[in-house]
C-alpha cells in the first residue's frame, strides 16, 4: 500500500512559477512509472506529465517546455516544476503512482488527494 500527498499548490499570477511536490509513504516507490494529472472543473482528468522507473519523461504538448517532473526515489518524492502559468493550467493537480516500470499502457495504482493551482491576475 502507497500513501501519496500533494503539496506546494496555490495562487499565482499568469507567468509566474510554482512548485509541486508529492510525498510517497508505504511500500518503495521506485520500481514504478510515476506521474502528474489534472482536472479542471467541467473537465475530464489529463494526463500532464509522467516518468519512468527509468527516468524517462512524457509531457502533454500543453505543458511542453513550461514544466518538468523529477523524482527523487531514496526521498520517497516526486516534483513538477512549473514555469511560465497560464489561466488554463487552474486545475486540482494529483500524484500517481503506475502499476508497472513504464507510463505506457499502464493504469493508475495510487493516487493523492490533490492539490489546487489556480492562475489568476
Known amino acids: 500500500q502507497v500513501q501519496l500527498v500533494e503539496s506546494g499548490g496555490g495562487l499565482v499570477q499568469p507567468g509566474g512559477s510554482l512548485s509541486l511536490s508529492c510525498a510517497a509513504s508505504?511500500?518503495?516507490?521506485?520500481?514504478?512509472?510515476m506521474g502528474w494529472y489534472r482536472q479542471a472543473p467541467g473537465k475530464q482528468r489529463e494526463l500532464v506529465a509522467a516518468?519512468?522507473?527509468?527516468?524517462?519523461?512524457h509531457y502533454a504538448d500543453s505543458v511542453k517546455g513550461r514544466f518538468a517532473i523529477s523524482r527523487d526515489n531514496a526521498k520517497k518524492k516526486l516534483y513538477l516544476e512549473m514555469n511560465s502559468l497560464k489561466p488554463e493550467d487552474t486545475a486540482v493537480y494529483y500524484c500517481?503512482?503506475?502499476?508497472?516500470?513504464?507510463?505506457?499502457?499502464?493504469?493508475?495504482?495510487?493516487w493523492g488527494q490533490g492539490t489546487q493551482v489556480t492562475v489568476s491576475s
Open positions: 500517481c503512482l503506475y502499476y508497472s516500470s513504464s507510463y505506457v499502457d499502464s493504469g493508475v495504482d495510487f
Open positions: 516518468i519512468s522507473a527509468g527516468a524517462l519523461k
Open positions: 508505504g511500500s518503495t516507490i521506485s520500481l514504478n512509472a
